[in-house]
């Protein structure tokens, strides 16, 4: 059993290691170990790409072998069709974090970015093209809220 059972083993969030306290909703405040592990199924390697939380239910299933559509935001970490990106909602604000910036926004708006280690400047373009990212989620969430789409609808 052990070689063929998946073990996912993941945190809740961040401890404030580096900063005496102080929180700026950053990529910083979310980052957390994620490990799949599977000894039959599973090589060992590690992952550049950015996912988050909501990225295990569907890598579960995939991993499962699960053939029935199913509702999630998140999408497995084996795919490389996949969000390139992790979106959060803090308050009235959204953050979204990619693999070359991130950004917070209003939805409609770019507050701040900075590149994912915490630097202050944001590389060339990381609004132009991060944004509209953050916008289709958002537009995918609200869709899904309105259409009351994010609800199980088993045989």
Sequence with gaps: WFANTLFVITADH??????N???????FD????LLYYMPARIAPQREGRITQQIDI???VLDMAGYPK???????SVLRSERMPAAVCKSGSTWLLIAD???LQSDGERV???????GGATPPDGCTANA???????????????IHHQMTWKGQ
């Design 57 to 59: 239910l569907p890598t």
């Design 21 to 27: 306290g102080e929180t700026n909703g950053s990529a």
């Design 111 to 117: 507050l701040w970015s900075a590149s994912p280690q």
């Design 14 to 19: 961040t401890a404030d290691l580096l900063r």
């Design 69 to 75: 559509p199913f509702f999630a935001f998140g999408s």
């Design 100 to 102: 070359s910036c991130q």
């Design 30 to 33: 979310h980052w957390i170990p």
């Design 131 to 145: 944004l509209p990212v953050l916008q289709a989620a958002v537009q995918q969430y609200n869709n899904a809220l």
